[in-house]
């Protein structure tokens, strides 16, 4: 079992920019990749970002915009959102992929971009 606590979301206004952070517990040795996904009202959950042991995944919408970050010695990711849009208003949950396999998310934290 793993254990993800998210944090930094809150409201900004458009153009601003947040960091989002999330730190694992639990079983964090068989963590094999860290990312974010999000979620707007009445919309599938989507990925943002990601990334392993290689170079980080991007969804095309947050590209130049977001940067993610994984620290391997602290079980922990964040995520630099930079240039903020109100289309990025989601809920934006911390994901961790396992080897062999298994998904766990955290439980979310909320973004809202608005003037």
């Known amino acids: 079992q793993v254990q993800l606590m998210e944090s930094g979301g809150g409201w900004v206004q458009p153009g601003g920019s947040l960091r989002l952070s999330c730190t694992a517990s639990?079983?964090?040795?068989?963590?094999?990749?860290m990312g974010w996904y999000r979620q707007a009202p009445g919309r599938q959950r989507e990925l943002v970002a990601t990334?392993?042991?290689?170079?980080?995944i991007y969804a095309d919408f947050v590209k130049g915009r977001f940067t993610i970050f994984r620290d391997i010695a602290k079980n922990m990711v964040y995520l630099q959102m930079n240039n903020l849009k109100p289309e990025d208003t989601a809920v934006y949950y911390c994901k961790t992929t396992h080897l062999p396999r298994g998904d766990y998310y955290g439980q979310g934290t909320q973004v809202t971009v608005s003037s």
């Open positions: 639990g079983d964090t040795s068989s963590i094999y990749a």
């Open positions: 990334v392993a042991v290689a170079d980080p």
